[in-house]
């Protein structure tokens, strides 16, 4: 009655720490408020608000959902991180990726389908017949190439 003890909510990361060690299998879908490690296998969806660290060991087949996430090792699947996704040297990635950031470094495996949060997509070659780019003062910019193309075919005409 007196209490000044809070009630957290649940959708808050709790501090409390999950580990599936190493020759640990399971099958199925896990949701936690907490930290997780896994140096085991996972073959279903990893749901949390807080940190997953995949293990050199560790493989997650399915869905997992985070805030940040550090990968030694390998994952297959879709992986929605909202904050980081690091990829250490030792990690090897298949499907669908979503990351606020990526960073990845030399020796890791990347096959995977990747969409920065925030980013809008652009059609690359839909508009073929581009305008030419101008600079400032409306003139052509010295870098186009298509310029330069047509400038090379019209001094070939004419000689």
Do not use: W
């Not at 399915?62 to 990690?91: H, P, Y």
């Not at 669908?96 to 949060?117: D, I, R, Y």
């Not at 980013?119 to 409306?138: F, P, Q, R, W, Y």
């Amino acid at each position: 009655m007196f209490s000044d003890k809070k009630e957290k909510s649940m959708n808050e990361p709790t501090t409390g720490q999950n580990r599936i060690n190493e020759g640990t299998k399971l099958k199925g879908d896990i949701q936690s408020q907490g930290f997780f490690r896994i140096d085991g296998t996972i073959e279903g969806n990893v749901n949390t608000p807080s940190k997953v660290v995949i293990g050199k060991s560790g493989f997650i087949n399915g869905t997992l959902t985070c805030e940040n996430a550090d990968i030694e090792g390998r994952f297959e699947g879709e992986l929605q991180v909202s904050g980081t996704l690091s990829l250490k040297e030792t990690a090897h990635i298949e499907g669908q990726v979503v990351a606020g950031k990526l960073a990845v470094e030399p020796g890791a495996t990347f096959n995977a389908t990747c969409s920065m949060k925030g980013s809008t997509k652009k059609n690359l070659g839909a508009n073929t017949n581009s305008t030419v780019e101008k600079d400032i003062k409306g003139q052509n910019h010295p870098f186009d190439r298509s310029q330069r193309i047509q400038s090379v075919k019209a001094e070939s005409k004419t000689e």
